[in-house]
Structure formats: structure tokens, C-alpha cells
């Protein structure tokens, strides 16, 4: 069982920038593909960037693409959610996620086994 921990999350205004983190435990990390998701208030889940084991993959979706760039440094067992040019339609509760596979194709969200709590990120207009 792997244990998720998200920090980096807070106030931002529009244009800012935040970078998230994502501590893991408890599982090898190496070996899995690791991604991040947020909900809005009032809104579903949805995905927002993914990495594969090794960092040689990535996946965004298009609401964020040119704008988040996820990274993860395997030695310090963490990834990374580099967030640029925040809109205020970016507010939500973050959430890292790791895979129960390596991340070598575009996951679906089944693919997502454990969750961290979550990290709240606000950008004002």
C-alpha cells in the first residue's frame, strides 16, 4: 500500500505560478506511472497530467497543455506538478494518484489505485 502526500497548494493570482508536490511511501515508486487530477466545487473529477515510471512519458489534458508540465524524481520517490499561467477556472483540490502500471500508454482513470488527500489551489482573477 502506498501513502500519497500533496503540498505546494495555495493562493495564487491569474498568470501566477505553483508547483505541486507529491511524496510517496510504502510501494516502489519506480515502478509505477503517477498522475494528477482535481475537482472543481460542484464538478466531477477530471484528469489534469500523467508520467510514466520513468518520466519518459508524459500526458496532459488540453485544458492545461502548454501551461503544467509533471515531472518526478525517483530518488526522492516524489512527482512534481509545475503549474504556469494559472486561470481562475484552475481552482480546485489537486490530487496525486499513482497507477498500477508503469504509465507506457494514456491511462484511463481506473488505471489510478491510490489517492492522496488532496491540496487546495485557488487563483483569483
Known amino acids: 500500500q502506498v501513502q500519497l502526500v500533496e503540498s505546494g497548494g495555495g493562493l495564487v493570482q491569474a498568470g501566477g505560478s505553483l508547483r505541486l508536490s507529491c511524496a510517496a511511501s510504502?510501494?516502489?515508486?519506480?515502478?509505477?506511472?503517477m498522475g494528477w487530477f482535481r475537482q472543481a466545487p460542484g464538478k466531477e473529477r477530471e484528469f489534469v497530467a500523467a508520467t510514466s515510471w520513468s518520466g519518459g512519458k508524459t500526458y496532459y489534458a488540453d485544458s492545461v497543455k502548454g501551461r503544467f508540465t509533471i515531472s518526478r524524481d525517483n530518488a526522492k520517490n516524489t512527482v512534481y506538478l509545475q503549474m504556469n499561467s494559472l486561470k481562475p477556472e484552475d481552482t480546485a483540490v489537486y490530487y496525486c494518484a499513482q497507477m498500477d502500471s508503469d504509465g507506457s500508454s494514456w491511462p484511463a482513470e481506473a488505471d489510478f489505485v491510490s489517492w492522496g488527500q488532496g491540496t487546495q489551489v485557488t487563483v483569483s482573477s
Open positions: 510504502g510501494r516502489t515508486f519506480s515502478s509505477y506511472g
